[in-house]
């Protein structure tokens, strides 16, 4: 017996919402149970029905998309929600992580990235727009040194002679990130530039180290993460993070 994914649409432009409901259906892997124009809609229509996934936008009219699902949150619903948003800065994707949202997609996303993102939150995991890593990872960073730094003053009263084995920043992030396979310093280091973009000849430029290192370096991560492509790498590393 065929199983299909059960989702509620709300978005605030018909065109879109109706273009976004059939090339869903295309397939027959998912069945749009309702559709919402609203805020309200949303949490009216996760009361009366059940949805495997809320595909959400973020400019609604009545409430942003970021307060509804606060408010779903708080009301115990806890549907798997992903954003469908053209709104793109730093601050609305943390929000919304915040929030409680499982996965945030663009909306010149393909249909096969937001095919795939369902697919992800669907089944309980994290999907975040490989364009949008990078605000994940510099938010974690932040976070990691901010820590270090209130801890560092407490430790270097306790050990004023203590020489860390790793920088402090990335010993947080190791910490926090919890990867199943433990990275070296240096390809922590190498996995953070990856994040902000950087390619392998100007990761070797920035660490002082000759490219073909730097390749080797990328190599390593990509196999003891499980990632084929260096994307991967930061999404998986960033779904740790976030602890699925």
Request: aromatic share 4%; with cysteine; hydrophobic share 45%.
């Amino acid at each position: 017996m065929t199983t299909h994914t059960r989702l509620l649409l709300a978005d605030d432009q018909s065109l879109f919402l109706s273009g976004l409901e059939a090339l869903l259906s295309m397939t027959g892997e998912f069945v749009v149970v309702a559709t919402a124009h609203t805020g309200a809609e949303v949490l009216t229509a996760l009361h009366d029905l059940s949805a495997d996934v809320l595909l959400l936008d973020i400019g609604m009219p009545d409430r942003s998309g970021i307060e509804t699902v606060r408010q779903l949150r708080d009301m115990g619903v806890i549907t798997p929600v992903l954003i469908v948003s053209n709104y793109d800065g730093k601050d609305y994707v943390l929000q919304a992580i915040a929030a409680g949202v499982q996965g945030y997609v663009l909306k010149d996303a393909t249909i096969d990235t937001v095919r795939a993102a369902v697919r992800t939150v669907a089944a309980g995991q994290r999907y975040v727009d490989p364009r949008l890593v990078g605000y994940m990872m510099d938010a974690l960073f932040a976070e990691a040194s901010e820590t270090q730094r209130a801890g560092s003053s407490r430790e270097t009263a306790e050990r004023p002679d203590a020489d860390l084995a790793v920088s402090v920043e990335n010993a947080a992030f190791a910490e926090r990130v919890a990867l199943t396979q433990v990275l070296t310093p240096r390809e922590l280091e190498v996995l953070r530039l990856m994040t902000q973009g950087c390619n392998n000849n100007e990761i070797a430029e920035t660490l002082f180290i000759s490219p073909k290192t730097a390749r080797n370096h990328t190599t390593n991560i990509l196999q003891k993460l499980g990632a084929p492509d260096r994307t991967k790498a930061v999404v998986i590393a960033l779904s740790e993070r976030l602890g699925v």
